[in-house]
């Protein structure tokens, strides 16, 4: 069945005032932002959305992990009905970028705004939400749409990977909450119908291409490893070189070794040792100590297992050194049938778009673990820079984005089947 909306229309210049808006939260000399989760920036740049919120007429609520969610309900009836959701987060990596999440949130915000406008009777409730730290800055990443869905790894929220962050416990009791309530965050998974993320797309494909937009098929798997290498501390300028064991200069071998191994294994999987400590750190002391991050990444859980198993040899042939699995994500498929009808919203808008997978994590990778269809669509950045200062979109693929998001929940809202969860993919159907 062909629905058209004419009524529904997203605003372009609205959606790039609050998108500029909210990138002077946490901006930086160099133009990107530093706006860790819970960070001074973050709870500002939560605060003035929230308003956004407000303004736009969704009744906000926080919950006990601080997500914050915006609702609207229907004009009768259906106010128990399972919602669609649609949201992304606000916090950053590292002197990161203005749009990666932000976007997200702002043409949700848009969407849902353009959706009331159109004076559309929308027959379940609409939510927005911002997940807390789905960087990972604290802990593993993805926090807030796990601890919704009830998927947090054992006492999470006191864990920490010793990354200066602090728990987040800590960060919560900061804002007011107790971490003892953290698990009233989880919901069940009927409360949803779907869970629509819009995102940019952080890699050079549809940039280069000239396509506004990406339609998700699936997301990686990712795993996340904390190492420790072990040496001793001692004078740099009294002990011999001889007679050193330098914490550094074995984890430099197994940086480059990790490096081959993954490389060993094809184009398929990645791995990124991103984040290094030295302790304790100083010109004229050998490391005693070393800390690191592994992140692997794969679609393919067969090409983690043997990462993992290889990596795991290299460790053992290195005195003093171990590696501790923090996190593992399994992959996710996005649900079919919301592929098809983005796919159908964009032609009927003229839209080009084109499938594609995913190698970055996203909040909307944790909804179908507990069986809720999920769809991503992705927007280009240019050159596909992101996690650096450097990225940045053009506001007319953001206006498109919008309005193809804004177009899908309506669909979704007004009956449209998601029977396809699970279910592969059909490829190249895209332009
Ligand atoms: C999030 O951006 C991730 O892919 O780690
Ligand atoms: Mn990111
Ligand atoms: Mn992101």
Same mark, same amino acid.
């Given at each position: 069945m062909?629905?058209?909306?004419?009524?529904?229309?997203?605003?372009?210049r609205?959606?790039?005032?609050?998108?500029e808006?909210?990138?002077?939260?946490?901006?930086?000399?160099?133009?990107?932002?530093?706006?860790?989760?819970?960070?001074?920036?973050?709870?500002?740049?939560?605060?003035?959305?929230?308003?956004?919120?407000?303004?736009?007429?969704?009744?906000?609520?926080?919950?006990?992990?601080?997500?914050?969610?915006?609702?609207?309900?229907?004009?009768? @009836?259906?106010?128990?009905?399972?919602?669609?959701?649609?949201?992304?987060?606000?916090?950053?990596?590292?002197?990161?970028?203005?749009?990666? @999440?932000?976007?997200?949130?702002?043409?949700?915000?848009?969407?849902?705004?353009?959706?009331?406008?159109?004076?559309?009777s929308?027959?379940?409730?609409?939510e927005?939400?911002?997940?807390?730290?789905?960087? @990972?800055?604290?802990?593993?990443?993805?926090?807030?749409?796990?601890?919704?869905?009830?998927?947090?790894?054992?006492?999470?929220?006191?864990?920490?990977?010793?990354?200066?962050?602090?728990?987040?416990?800590?960060?919560?009791?900061?804002?007011?909450?107790?971490?003892?309530?953290?698990?009233?965050?989880?919901?069940?998974?009927?409360?949803?119908?779907?869970?629509?993320?819009?995102?940019?797309?952080?890699?050079p494909?549809?940039?280069?291409?000239?396509?506004?937009?990406?339609?998700?098929?699936?997301?990686?798997?990712?795993?996340?490893?904390?190492?420790?290498?072990?040496?001793?501390a001692?004078?740099?300028?009294? !002990?011999?070189?001889?007679?050193?064991?330098?914490?550094?200069?074995?984890?430099?071998?197994?940086? !480059?070794?990790?490096?081959?191994?993954?490389?060993?294994?094809?184009?398929?999987?990645? @791995?990124?040792?991103?984040?290094?400590?030295?302790?304790?750190?100083?010109?004229?002391?050998?490391?005693?100590?070393?800390?690191?991050?592994?992140?692997?990444?794969?679609?393919?859980?067969?090409?983690?297992?043997?990462?993992?198993?290889?990596?795991?040899?290299?460790?053992?042939?290195?005195?003093?050194?171990?590696?501790? !699995?923090?996190?593992?994500?399994?992959?996710?498929?996005?649900?079919r049938k919301i592929?098809?009808?983005?796919?159908?919203?964009?032609?009927?808008?003229?839209?080009?778009?084109?499938?594609?997978?995913?190698?970055?994590?996203h909040d909307?990778?944790?909804?179908?673990?507990?069986?809720?269809?999920?769809?991503?669509?992705?927007?280009?950045?240019?050159?596909?820079?992101?996690?650096?200062?450097?990225?940045?979109?053009?506001?007319?693929?953001?206006?498109?984005?919008?309005?193809?998001?804004?177009?899908?929940?309506?669909?979704?809202a007004?009956?449209?089947d998601?029977?396809?969860m699970?279910?592969?993919?059909?490829?190249?159907?895209?332009?």
């Amino acid at each position: 069945m062909i629905m058209d909306f004419p009524s529904l229309k997203a605003n372009k210049r609205r959606l790039r005032k609050d998108l500029e808006s909210l990138g002077k939260f946490g901006e930086g000399p160099d133009g990107g932002i530093l706006r860790t989760a819970l960070s001074d920036a973050d709870l500002q740049a939560r605060e003035w959305f929230k308003g956004r919120m407000r303004d736009a007429g969704l009744w906000v609520r926080e919950d006990a992990v601080a997500n914050i969610i915006g609702r609207l309900e229907p004009a009768s @009836g259906a106010q128990g009905a399972p919602c669609i959701a649609t949201g992304s987060h606000m916090d950053a990596v590292l002197h990161g970028g203005k749009f990666d @999440g932000a976007v997200g949130l702002c043409c949700s915000l848009e969407a849902l705004r353009a959706i009331q406008e159109s004076g559309l009777s929308i027959p379940c409730p609409l939510e927005l939400i911002i997940f807390t730290d789905e960087e @990972g800055a604290h802990y593993a990443g993805t926090f807030g749409s796990r601890a919704m869905l009830n998927l947090l790894v054992e006492d999470e929220i006191y864990k920490s990977r010793g990354s200066g962050c602090p728990f987040l416990a800590q960060s919560l009791e900061r804002m007011g909450k107790d971490p003892r309530q953290s698990g009233k965050a989880a919901r069940s998974p009927s409360e949803f119908r779907a869970f629509l993320e819009l995102h940019i797309e952080q890699g050079p494909v549809l940039d280069s291409l000239g396509i506004p937009v990406g339609v998700v098929e699936g997301i990686v798997a990712i795993d996340r490893h904390t190492i420790e290498v072990e040496g001793k501390a001692g004078h740099a300028g009294t !002990t011999p070189m001889r007679l050193r064991d330098d914490a550094l200069v074995k984890a430099a071998g197994f940086i !480059t070794a990790v490096n081959r191994e993954v490389r060993s294994l094809g184009s398929d999987i990645v @791995g990124t040792i991103g984040e290094m400590k030295v302790h304790p750190g100083a010109f004229n002391i050998i490391p005693g100590r070393v800390e690191m991050t592994l992140d692997l990444r794969s679609m393919k859980k067969s090409l983690l297992r043997s990462a993992r198993g290889k990596i795991h040899e290299v460790l053992r042939s290195i005195p003093g050194a171990r590696m501790e !699995t923090i996190l593992s994500k399994d992959g996710s498929r996005m649900d079919r049938k919301i592929m098809e009808l983005i796919e159908e919203v964009c032609r009927q808008r003229g839209v080009s778009w084109k499938r594609m997978g995913s190698g970055a994590g996203h909040d909307a990778m944790t909804f179908p673990t507990r069986g809720i269809p999920a769809g991503m669509l992705f927007i280009p950045c240019k050159d596909g820079k992101s996690h650096c200062p450097e990225e940045s979109i053009r506001w007319e693929d953001a206006a498109i984005g919008a309005q193809v998001l804004a177009d899908t929940i309506v669909r979704i809202a007004h009956g449209s089947d998601l029977s396809g969860m699970g279910k592969r993919a059909k490829r190249g159907k895209g332009k």
